[in-house]
């Protein structure tokens, strides 16, 4: 049983960056999609990135093209979430999901077997 803990949330201003960990114990990330999603008050969760179950193939939302970046680490037991020029829309609480049958077209979708618990991330102006 995989499970997923984030780490790495917190209170930034506006224009700053953060980086965001998702470990996995009880397994590793190799052969699984790992992607992050990102839920903020009152509004649905929306996916943010995506990196392939191997290789460095790797998918955004377009709201975070450019300022996000998303990386798995060589003994692939944490995928990384890069985030820089942070602003207030990107405030929400922050998961990490993993799959290892998930197709790559529907990454954006679902469903993924494994979820961390979130993290909240914070941006004030």
């Known amino acids: 049983q995989v499970q997923l803990v984030e780490s790495g949330g917190g209170s930034v201003q506006a224009g700053g960056s953060l980086r965001l960990s998702c470990t996995a114990s009880?397994?590793?990330?190799?052969?699984?999609?790992t992607a992050w999603f990102r839920q903020a008050p009152g509004k649905e969760r929306e996916f943010v990135a995506a990196?392939?179950?191997?290789?460095?193939?790797?998918k955004y939302a377009d709201s975070v093209k450019g300022r996000f970046t998303i990386s798995r680490d060589s003994a692939k037991t944490t995928v990384y979430l890069q985030m820089s020029s942070l602003s207030t829309t990107d405030a929400a609480v922050y998961y990490c999901?993993?799959?290892?049958?998930?197709?790559?077209?529907?990454?954006?979708?679902?469903?993924?077997?494994?979820w961390g618990q979130g993290t909240q991330v914070t941006v004030s102006e």
């Open positions: 009880g397994g590793t990330f190799n052969g699984r999609v």
């Open positions: 990196i392939a179950r191997y290789g460095t193939n790797t």
């Open positions: 999901a993993s799959d290892r049958s998930i197709i790559w077209s529907q990454i954006t979708l679902g469903p993924y077997a494994y």
